[in-house]
């Protein structure tokens, strides 16, 4: 198989660090890629990942037998469709799937039509409406999220009424996060510790990967502004096997097969990011958000425990043949701690010139935004790297990364020390 994968960060190189790995992969192309991925596979960096008709000219020059769809926004602007009508194949749902991800008011109203467990809410496009109903509950805090997609900061909790009107005004009136923030959902806070469960599914079968846990903050103690992920342990404590148990019959089943009735049938990686309760015995699980692709860092997490062939899953769940497939996993711990520019999620330098790269050993490397220069690696991100270590328990394989992450360096480099502390206690 040749295979285009799209994206440019460390999800993808953790997906085509993968792929090379299988023995039907012939050729791998990266659009727009980075200086990790073009170690393995072809980069296209003209092609961005929203540009939908480069991606498809791009596909239909290069002939790939598939087009993984990696990222978010080519998912919910509709890649899949485009490509899908010049008969390439894919992998990653069509936009009215990927909408469980793109649109939180769909989201939200998909899980109150089919019982999903998740936080009470209403969605608003009115400030006054919103406002009336905010106007004088005694319930705080409570979270307004933008509608669509907002680099993982569209979802605001906050913890007085001032507070909640101000966000209101901010994101219907001012445009604080343009589209994304025409409508808002207003949701009850939910208690608990996060959790993440992905799956691969073809829209009617599914195989359950091993649940994670995402260190979403910027800083040590869950401190700082929400990151699109600082590190990442599976299979994570939060997750026992009743709880997964819940979560398959309450949540996952029922939105695969709820969006196969609607006509909109999910192939491809789905994403369960849930609120769970392990000291409550009569908690549920609850839905705080879908996505519709591999989490960054889950999927670079996730994929060094599979054992199956990813460029064999990615065939059956196009051929909607997943369940005569064996997706197995490893029974091992893995690790993943993220470097980061100084700054980020804000403001960051980049081109800063990356050492000890070659000197990691024992421990798989991602490279999440870098560029090659010819001088060695350089910043072009605020995730640079993702550092991922497997072995037979959490404690060692948390060991591990940490070891191996010392050894890289750049200037103004940062690492939260506490990954996978608080879910171990
Ligand atoms: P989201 O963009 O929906 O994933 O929300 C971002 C973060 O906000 C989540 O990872 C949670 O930490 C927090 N969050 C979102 N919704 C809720 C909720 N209803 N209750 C508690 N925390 C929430
Ligand atoms: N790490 C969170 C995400 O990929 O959405």
Redesign the pocket.
């Known amino acids: 198989m040749n295979i285009l994968t799209i994206g440019g960060g460390g999800r993808e190189h953790a997906i085509i660090t993968a792929l090379s790995k299988s023995e039907h992969v012939n050729q791998l192309y990266c659009a727009p890629g980075n200086g990790g991925i073009s170690l393995l596979a072809e980069c296209f960096p003209e092609v961005k990942a929203t540009d939908i008709d480069g991606i498809v000219a791009l596909a239909k020059r290069l002939k790939p037998d598939i087009v993984f769809v990696a990222a978010d926004d080519p998912l919910v602007l509709g890649a899949v469709d485009s490509l899908n009508a010049e008969g390439i194949r894919t992998f990653g749902p069509r936009a009215n799937a990927a909408a469980i991800e793109g649109s939180?008011v769909f989201a939200k109203e998909f899980m109150r039509r089919h019982n999903i467990p998740?936080?009470k809410?209403a969605a608003f496009s009115s400030p006054s409406e919103a406002k009336a109903y905010l106007r004088g509950r005694d319930t705080y805090?409570i979270?307004i999220?933008c509608d669509g997609l907002?680099f993982?900061?569209?979802?605001?909790?906050v913890t007085t009424e001032a507070e909640a009107f101000s966000v209101v005004d901010e994101v219907l009136c001012g445009g604080k996060f343009g589209d994304s923030g025409k409508n808002v959902v207003i949701?009850?806070?939910?208690?608990?510790v996060?959790a993440t469960i992905l799956v691969f599914t073809d829209g009617k079968t599914y195989k359950i990967m091993p649940p994670l846990s995402?260190h979403?903050r910027a800083f040590d103690g869950d401190k700082g502004l929400?990151t699109g992920g600082m590190g990442v342990i599976a299979p994570t404590p939060y997750v026992n096997a009743a709880t997964l148990k819940q979560a398959e019959e309450l949540i996952i089943k029922p939105t695969i097969d709820g969006l196969r009735d609607e006509g909109r049938p999910f192939k491809g990686v789905l994403y369960f990011?849930l609120?769970v309760n392990p000291s409550d015995k009569n908690a549920v699980p609850?839905v705080?958000?879908y996505?519709c692709r591999f989490g960054d860092p889950e999927c670079q997490t996730v994929l060094p425990l599979l054992q199956s062939d990813l460029a064999e899953i990615i065939a059956a769940v196009w051929d909607e043949r997943l369940d005569s497939l064996e997706v197995k996993f490893s029974n091992k711990a893995a690790a993943c701690v993220v470097a980061a520019s100084g700054g980020y999620p804000e403001k960051y330098a980049t081109e800063k010139l990356i050492s000890g790269l070659d000197t990691i050993e024992g421990a798989a490397l991602y490279h999440a935004g870098t560029r090659k220069t010819d001088d060695g690696f350089v910043t072009a991100g605020g995730r640079v790297l993702n550092i991922v270590a497997v072995a037979d328990t959490l404690p060692l394989s948390l060991k591990k990364a940490y070891a191996e992450i010392k050894k890289v360096k750049f200037d103004d480099m940062f690492y939260r020390t506490d990954i996978g502390k608080k879910a171990l206690s």
Not at 152 to 157: F, M, S, T, V
């Open positions: 939180k998740t936080a809410y805090p979270v999220k907002a993982g900061k569209g979802a605001l909790i949701e009850d806070y939910m208690q608990g996060e995402d979403k929400n990011e609120m609850r705080i958000e996505n």
